[in-house]
Nanobody, 128 residues
Framework: EVQLVESGGGLVQAGGSLRLSCAAS????????IGWFRQAPGKEREGVAA????????YYADFLEGRFTISSDHAKSTVYLQMNSLKPEDTAFYYC?????????????????????WGRGTQVTVSS
């Protein structure tokens, strides 16, 4: 059974940092990609960052402006999202998801509909 468990969310002041974790199990970690997505109240779910666990390629949403970093720990089957210089507009529920490494991953790595399995998410709240 595929499982993704997010942790690390919380309340932080603007300008602060958080590190989210996505612990994965039930599939071959090195053969999949993992993405981070977020959804704020009243808004659609949007892609934040993604990583190919087979070759380490990473992708980021343009709106991040270099503030977030995605990384993988293969020994722990865990993907991290380091979030720095947080802004109130980063407030959202953050989810990690996984998909296979088909060719379309490199074309559209941040499209939620292309991901097969999802975690339950973790809340990130940034106060001004």
């Amino acid at each position: 059974e595929v499982q993704l468990v997010e942790s690390g969310g919380g309340l932080v002041q603007a300008g602060g940092s958080l590190r989210l974790s996505c612990a994965a199990s039930g599939f071959v970690f090195d053969q999949n990609a993992i993405g981070w997505f977020r959804q704020a109240p009243g808004k659609e779910r949007e892609g934040v960052a993604a990583i190919s666990n087979s070759d380490g390629t990473t992708y980021y949403a343009d709106f991040l402006e270099g503030r977030f970093t995605i990384s993988s720990d293969h020994a722990k089957s865990t993907v991290y999202l380091q979030m720095n210089s947080l802004k109130p507009e980063d407030t959202a529920f953050y989810y990690c998801a996984t998909r296979g490494m088909s060719g379309t991953f490199y074309e559209r790595p941040l499209i939620p509909e292309k991901y097969d399995y999802w975690g339950r998410g973790t809340q990130v709240t940034v106060s001004s």
